[in-house]
């Protein structure tokens, strides 16, 4: 099962684009911040310096002729000049905040407007005003000790044809300025966190828009991975996040088509080799099991649990010379089983082929059980075996009577007569055993015509007791129990009396005289049952079920000699069968025999038509 995985924050693309935004608008607040203030400061600091130049210039040329030494001498004294300079300055100056002395060419301060006159008569030497006593306008910035603020300060020459007559000093605080710009300063930063805490706001809603289908193709190729391809990725937006879950939906489908072709394909493989006759095993190149069909599972014998991962030698021994790891393209060898009571022969081919695309080289072995051929085989090679030696011991015999004939034999009319009437039994036992053979492969090959007829039991069991005591009429030991009840069946007479001609005579003999013999027929269920039931020496229990083999015989050498052929049992199994019925024996050595078979009953069309 695999399931979605919750992303932390810190770590969501959500969180990512926020810092990221936070940070690009902190960097572009900070350059634009620095451009700006220095900017604003730069303008402010010019036009204060401009104006305080205007007013010294406007003070100097004012102030010119009250600083020259014959206005003292007009004047009269130099207490009312200064008083006049005081009060010229007190008019013209308009500056809040600025301390302004006038100084003579001396360095004496003869004026300070609006303050107490204490420094008045006192020096100023300060480089400002020394440089301005000079000629030379001068100014700077400092820092005042006792308040700590920043102060201006300015020297202006005032002359008099091109004399030097006195200096206008001026001091003005900063720190109004330099308070204006702070609260600028102040302005951008809340404008600058309004702006994040927006933009954060903004970013998250936006990024919810991105991370959204995001979101809904993760859970799609989740849902894929988990092999279930039903549903669709919602496409939100034609952007390139869309376009992605275009491309997952058509993933998802195709995937689904190749799944259920592969799927296809597999139950195909997997009908046709659960529905094979031969056994398949395919193994690795080590002889590992990685699939057995049900066939090779019965085959082998063997629970369906044990086999995978298994090795192949742990279930059938592998022929000596043989190696998993070869260039033989083909090994074929012959396995031999025994099960219980029955042998079983499984022929088995083993090839090698690859695994998928690495080429891993892998073996798939077939077992083909052929049990059932190799019997047939068997059966035919017994079958031409038992013919000829059947046919090689009468001929012995004849070639060695005419032999005996050919070599003076023949002088002797007693013994000539002897001789060739053992000749003639064992050239009609040949003919007897050929008529057989030839009866047998025409039923075999469905060449023996039947002359069917609709007759009754009772008729037909009347015919054969007729023939039988024509044939034998000395010895009438045949006990015959005609039934009173008469049963139609559909018969072909001559090829039933055949049958019964069989067992009889095997009854007969093998049956001592003195023990009974019985020939009976009943009605039984949908067929008629011929019973033949003897008391004689009986069959071996293990040869029972070998009786109706061609040339089965209990006791080759007693049968032989009662002119036996062991054909006889198979004819009349083949006769019964042709007639829709079928033959059992039962016996028990000693004790007798009983055979019995069944003919269908007659159907109503074949008694019309009969
Ligand atoms: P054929 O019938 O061709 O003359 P056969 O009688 O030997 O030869 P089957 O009739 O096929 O051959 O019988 C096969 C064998 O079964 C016999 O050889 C005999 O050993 C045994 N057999 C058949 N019927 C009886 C019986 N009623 N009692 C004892 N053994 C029997
Ligand atoms: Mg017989």
Redesign the pocket.
């Known amino acids: 099962m695999i399931t979605m995985k919750r992303i932390p924050l810190f770590h969501s693309i959500r969180w990512k684009l926020v810092v990221i935004y936070i940070l690009l608008i902190l960097a572009a607040m900070q350059v634009m911040g620095v451009y700006f203030i220095r900017s604003i400061e730069s303008h402010y600091m010019n036009s204060f310096n401009e104006q305080l130049d205007i007013q010294a210039n406007l003070l100097a040329v004012n102030l010119e002729r009250y600083l020259d030494d014959d206005r003292i001498r007009e004047e009269g004294s130099e207490e009312t000049r200064n008083e006049d300079i005081n009060h010229l300055v007190e008019n013209l100056f308009a500056l809040n905040g600025v301390d302004v002395q006038i100084i003579n060419r001396n360095g004496v301060i003869i004026s300070t407007p609006g303050k107490d006159k204490q420094l008045i008569g006192q020096k100023n030497l300060q480089t400002e005003v020394i440089q301005a006593l000079s000629g030379a306008r001068s100014e700077s910035t400092r820092i005042d000790a006792s308040t700590g603020q920043r102060m201006k300060v300015l020297a202006t020459p005032i002359k008099r044809n091109n004399q030097v007559v006195g200096v206008i000093y001026m001091i003005a605080s900063l720190e109004r300025l330099y308070q204006t710009i702070g609260e600028i300063n102040k302005i951008l930063a809340t404008g600058t966190g309004i702006g994040i805490v927006l933009t954060a706001a903004m970013t998250i809603f936006l990024s919810r828009t991105l991370t959204t289908p995001i979101k809904e193709i993760t859970r799609q190729a989740t849902r894929m991975a988990e092999g279930d391809f039903n549903q669709a990725v919602k496409v939100y937006s034609n952007d390139e996040v869309g376009y992605l879950g275009q491309v997952i939906n058509q993933l998802s489908n195709r995937l689904k088509e190749a799944l259920a072709i592969n799927r296809e394909e597999e139950d195909k493989l997997t009908s046709i080799l659960t529905n094979m006759s031969d056994g398949v095993i395919a193994t690795s190149r080590d002889g590992t099991i990685i699939l057995a069909n049900q066939r090779a599972i019965e085959l082998l014998n063997i629970p369906s649990i044990e086999v995978a991962g298994k090795k192949l030698e742990d279930f059938f021994p592998l022929p000596d010379n043989f190696q998993f790891d070869n260039d033989q393209s083909e090994v074929a060898f012959r396995l031999f089983f025994q099960q219980g009571q029955e042998n079983y022969v499984l022929d088995v081919v083993m090839s090698w082929f690859r695994i998928g695309e690495s080429g891993e080289r892998g073996i798939i072995a077939v077992l083909h059980d052929v049990t059932e051929q190799e019997k047939l085989d068997r059966e035919r090679k017994d079958f031409v075996a038992n013919v000829s030696h059947e046919l090689r011991t009468p001929l012995t015999t004849l070639r060695s009577y005419l032999e005996a004939l050919a070599d003076g034999a023949m002088e002797d009319p007693e013994v000539a007569g002897r001789f060739l009437r053992v000749t003639q039994q064992e050239t009609e036992r040949m003919i ?2 050929v008529n ?1 053979l030839l009866q047998l492969s025409r039923i075999d090959s469905g060449e023996e015509m039947m002359q069917k007829q609709v007759m009754s039991n009772q008729q037909f069991l009347k015919l054969v007791k007729e023939r039988y005591e024509i044939l034998d009429p000395v010895q009438q030991r045949v006990v015959w129990k005609i039934p009173e009840q008469a049963t139609l069946i559909t018969i072909d007479p001559d090829m039933l009396m055949r049958v019964l001609d ?2 009889l ?3 007969i ?3 001592p005289e003195d023990k009974l013999i019985e020939v009976s027929s009943q009605a039984c269920g949908k067929n008629v049952e011929f019973i ?1 039931r ?1 008391e ?4 071996p229990r293990e ?1 029972l079920k070998r ?2 083999e061609r040339f ?5 050498a ?3 000699q ?11 199994r083949e006769i019964v069968r042709a007639h829709g019925g079928e033959i059992m ?1 039962q ?1 028990k050595e000693a004790d ?2 009983t ?1 019995r078979f069944t003919i269908p009953i007659a159907s109503e069309e074949d008694e019309l038509d009969a």
């Open positions: 007897r055993l057989d069989n067992l005579s095997n009854s003999k093998y049956t033949v003897d004689g020496i009986g069959i040869d009786i109706f089965y015989r209990v006791d080759k007693r049968s032989r009662l002119g036996g052929t062991g054909l006889g049992l198979s004819i009349a024996i016996s007798g025999t055979v």
